[in-house]
């Protein structure tokens, strides 16, 4: 999946696709400054270099990649529950990325989002409010009037919280915010396993043999075997994965 590098901070959601309960994680943009901090404003953006040692061109998938790497080995977790790991082993989750434009509101949403559902039990996390590690602001929080309305609207959609919430996350968007939906996370099925499988491609090609003699066969189907009674004519292949 291409993620958008550029936004200054990301959200994501793991919807536990069996009952409904949510990880919520926020990160910022580690490849973006701030020149100042004052209450009431998020400052002047400053970009890395692309040739900075420090640069990280791909963080958002680098930073997805680490919290699902933490997910399938238990451990002692400073945000996520004991609870999250027992559903991890058996559960699939829905997973969403939430891009924002002006620092600290992606800090600001999950701490808004992750407060109520502490309220009714619905999330997997620990810790309740959060700031950025890397452009703290003194800014006041900001308040999202569609997430707002997804709060005030779960308890009418208590026996179907996995459908309503990625329905509603899967297209959020209002004023510098939106949403994508990313692949389904899994113990089986996540960016390590993914990664994994990946790896295992680059290591193996593909080859076409002929189904009566075994000589291999062209991208044309066409056998050139010299000993084949089809040889010169279009035969059944059989396709194995070898290694290169």
Known sequence: ???????????????????????????ANPNITLSSNKIGTTGKIQNKSKTSSTYKENWIYEVKKSYEQDMNIKRKSRSMSDEFYLDFVTDTFSTIVIYFT?????????NQLVDALLLLDL????????????????????????????INSISYNLNDLSNFFEKVFNTYSEYGVYSEPC????????????????????????????????????????CSGFNCDYSGEKVEVIIMELAK
Do not use: H
Not at 3 to 26: E, S
Not at 195 to 221: D, N, P, Q
């Open 1 to 27: 999946m291409n993620y958008n590098n550029n936004c200054t901070n990301v959200v994501f959601l793991w919807i536990n696709q069996k009952n409904g309960k949510i990880m919520v994680n926020a990160r």
């Open 102 to 110: 002006n620092e600290q509101e992606g800090f600001d949403f999950r």
């Open 123 to 150: 999330t997997y996390n620990k810790k309740k409010d959060i700031t950025s590690q890397i452009n703290p602001t003194n800014n006041v929080p900001r308040t999202f009037n569609q997430l707002t309305t997804i």
């Open 183 to 222: 692949e389904n996370t899994s113990i089986t099925n996540n960016e390590i396993t993914r990664e994994m499988l990946e790896k295992a491609k680059i290591k193996t090609t593909t080859k076409r043999f002929c189904k009566y003699c075994g000589v291999e066969v062209s991208t044309t189907g066409i």
